[in-house]
């Protein structure tokens, strides 16, 4: 069977030059500057939106920007507008998968965003992040750090997503995040449609936030683009001796005929996705959490004070939320 990365090796790494690393984004309320310091990602997520045509081995060539921290630092010390907006880490790589055991190089980009006082926010999947708990705890007040899950039951969890950790070993590094104060959410995304939309696994999912002391919860369905459905289409083979059905479906369900037009994004029924929404909407209210984030702000970056007492003019999210 076809799969979306070389079953038979493991990663291999090598280094690269970037030329720059912040970058804007706007999305809905949101914005920011994202902050990749890798390219490619060790965790072969199936359904990934980072898999453009410019990292053709993306699942199996991780490429370290080494010249990360140097360039961060050398942007904010440039910086030519007088606001920071905080910065998402990251949005096309995930900034703890194992390659950052060897490199570092999230650590080292964590310490020169701390050391200019900006905020920002971790995405991950992983449990590496632990190695920098007391890290992030130093910076509690102005750091957000959301974990990516989509199910608790590992049979799947090992065809769609085969490099990430268990749901219940990132459950208890939330937990410990959140007893040292530090602020958490979870992300369900992508949701995905006949596989991982059961009431069963919402509900594993959202007690287990719960549990681990999550205050914000947000959940989305996925998007197919031409390349995901032909991994979604492995996927359903490993997981379906109905794998067909499983294609009719999605086509009804997304409203498409094949083949998808190149960077074309579908989006599920509104309906079906308005409906399981508001059944996760419902359930995570219940919990006693709300659902989103909160948008973060930037800071005002004052060029005068930025290399003194960061300590003690430093702003905290808390200040904006
Ligand atoms: S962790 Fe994120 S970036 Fe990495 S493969 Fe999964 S979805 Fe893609």
Known sequence: MELWYNKNSAPTFDIKT??????????????GHT?????????RCGYCYATYEWSPEFYDKIYAKNNAPELLENEIKNWRSGTIDPVMI?????????????YELTRKCIK???????PYYVFTKSTLISRDLELHERYKSNCFIVWSITTHDESIRR????GTPPASAMFKTIKNFGNRGIRTAVNIDPIIPLITDSLENIDMIITS????????????FLRIRFDIWQRMKSIFKLLSKESDLLIQHYKKLYNFTEPIR?????????????????????????????IGFPGLEGISYDKR??????????????DYI
């Not at 020169?112 to 900006?118: R, T």
Request: hydrophobic fraction near 30%.
């Open 18 to 31: 970037s030329k720059s690393i912040l970058h804007h984004f706007i999305f809905g309320n949101y914005k």
């Open 35 to 43: 902050l990749n310091v890798y390219q490619g990602c060790q965790h």
């Open 90 to 102: 990251s949005s096309a790589t995930d900034a703890y998968q194992p390659a950052e055991l060897k």
């Open 112 to 118: 020169v965003l701390q050391k200019y006082n900006i």
């Open 159 to 162: 065809c769609i997503e085969p």
């Open 209 to 220: 936030c719960k549990t681990a002391g999550v205050k914000n919860v947000y959940g989305a």
């Open 262 to 290: 190149y960077n074309y994004n579908l989006n599920i029924d509104k309906n079906y996705e308005a409906r399981f929404l508001r059944i996760v909407d419902k359930k995570v209210r219940e919990n006693g959490m709300s």
């Open 305 to 318: 004070t930025k290399f003194k007492n960061v300590d003690k003019n430093q702003l905290a999210l808390t």
